[in-house]
T-cell receptor
């Protein structure tokens, strides 16, 4: 049990719509990263937030945006959904005491029709 | 592009056998981690090895790191059916911010 929860677990959207995915980390985990994982692939880094500021970004377009809140929760927002956005979205949190170790949630499975 | 690439892509063995997975990476690293994922769920951290270490053990896991070849291997000894999962290596890059990058993974199937 990592103490990281994601909601919803499954979601179906239509192309062009917008979606917000949520993640709740353990108290004290001031770093959160979001990943996109297509079927049969490894997780692809979207971005990382540290103390509510973006601290690194992968090769994802601006329609992927995020927020981190003081209560250790965070959001991933995706605008103008495309069919290729269908994937498992994972959030991972950490804190300085854990070093580089990431604690993952179980993910949100997004299907875009 | 992937920083780490695992080999083989898939591995099928009998229970009790050893499983070896390899990871190659492209740039200099401070450390390398291995994670496990059960059928599309979240990843679980297994072990971290630092760039100044050559070998590390944790239970039935043995990880080696060869920085001159930019490669690492994960050995699972005396495998069990419950070890069936995908295994990923991960490295941390600092390019305008920190990011942990994962490879494509090795899918391990242990037959009972």
């Amino acid at each position: 049990e990592t103490g990281v929860t994601q909601s919803p677990t499954h979601l179906i959207k239509t192309r062009g719509q917008q979606v917000t995915l949520r993640c709740s980390s353990q108290s004290g985990h001031n770093t959160v990263s979001w990943y996109q994982q297509a079927l049969g692939q490894g997780p692809q880094f979207i971005f990382q937030y540290y103390r509510e500021e973006e601290n690194g970004r992968g090769n994802f377009p601006p329609r992927f945006s995020g927020l981190q809140f003081p209560n250790y929760s965070s959001e991933l927002n995706v605008n103008a959904l495309e069919l290729d956005d269908s994937a498992l979205y994972l959030c991972a949190s950490s804190w300085e005491g854990a070093g580089e170790k990431l604690f993952f949630g179980s993910g949100t499975q997004l299907s875009v029709l | 592009s992937q920083q780490g690439e695992e080999d083989p892509q898939a591995l099928s063995i009998q229970e009790g056998e050893n499983a070896t997975m390899n990871c190659s990476y492209k740039t200099s690293i401070n450390n390398l981690q291995w994670y496990r994922q059960n059928s599309g769920r979240g990843l679980v951290h297994l072990i971290l090895i630092r760039s100044n270490e050559r070998e590390k053990h944790s239970g039935r896991l043995r990880v080696t790191l060869d920085t001159s070849k930019k490669s690492s291997s994960l050995l699972i000894t005396a495998s069990r059916a419950a070890d069936t999962a995908s295994y990923f290596c991960a490295t941390e890059l600092n390019t305008g911010g920190f990011k942990t990058i994962f490879g494509a993974g090795t899918r391990l199937f242990v037959k009972a």
